[in-house]
């Protein structure tokens, strides 16, 4: 029950900091930190320190990934650490499942802002335009899918 209610409110959090991160392009830490507390708690519920070894281990490699695409101006900052928060909750052996689903997510989110500001630029009478993907969009497509995809998962 208690690993349930925990997923939810990650799943939940998840949602908000994709929204967040839409309307600001920021993910705030506190948001990461609740993210991190829900995971936590979801992993040591359903399958106890064993399972939070794993996926700690997943979290380890993401923020040691995410810090050097951090370096190279690839991603900001926050997703790094959202991301990380999120693989607190999903273990090492499903993590290329949701780390697959955030690389199709984050594609198709690219595709849809290139042709809407394609669009808007050809609204502005062509004058360039910068713009940033809202990477917490497919952290939170790919952290859903990770669970909704695993027949094992504590919601299915």
């Known amino acids: 029950m208690v690993a349930e209610i925990a997923l939810w409110a990650a799943l939940a959090t998840a949602v908000v900091g994709a929204v967040w991160d839409v309307r600001t392009r920021r993910i705030p830490n506190w948001l990461v930190g609740i993210l991190a507390v829900c995971a936590v708690t979801t992993t040591v519920a359903s399958g106890g320190l064993e399972l939070l070894g794993s996926a700690a281990i997943h979290a380890g490699i993401a923020l040691a990934i995410g810090v050097g695409l951090f370096a190279l101006k690839a991603i900001g900052a926050g997703d790094a650490k959202?991301?990380?928060?999120?693989?607190?909750?999903?273990?090492?052996?499903?993590?290329?499942?949701?780390?697959?689903w955030?690389?199709?997510?984050?594609?198709?989110?690219?595709?849809?802002?290139?042709?809407?500001?394609?669009?808007?630029?050809?609204?502005?009478?062509?004058?360039?335009?910068?713009?940033?993907?809202?990477?917490?969009?497919?952290?939170?497509?790919?952290f859903i899918a990770a669970f909704l995809s695993d027949s094992n998962s504590l919601i299915f």
Not at 82 to 100: I, S
């Open 102 to 142: 955030v690389v199709l997510a984050g594609f198709l989110l690219m595709i849809v802002l290139m042709i809407y500001y394609r669009g808007l630029k050809i609204m502005t009478d062509g004058k360039k335009r910068s713009w940033t993907l809202p990477y917490g969009v497919p952290i939170c497509c790919g």
């Open 82 to 100: 959202f991301y990380t928060a999120a693989a607190l909750a999903v273990p090492l052996d499903r993590a290329w499942v949701m780390f697959g």
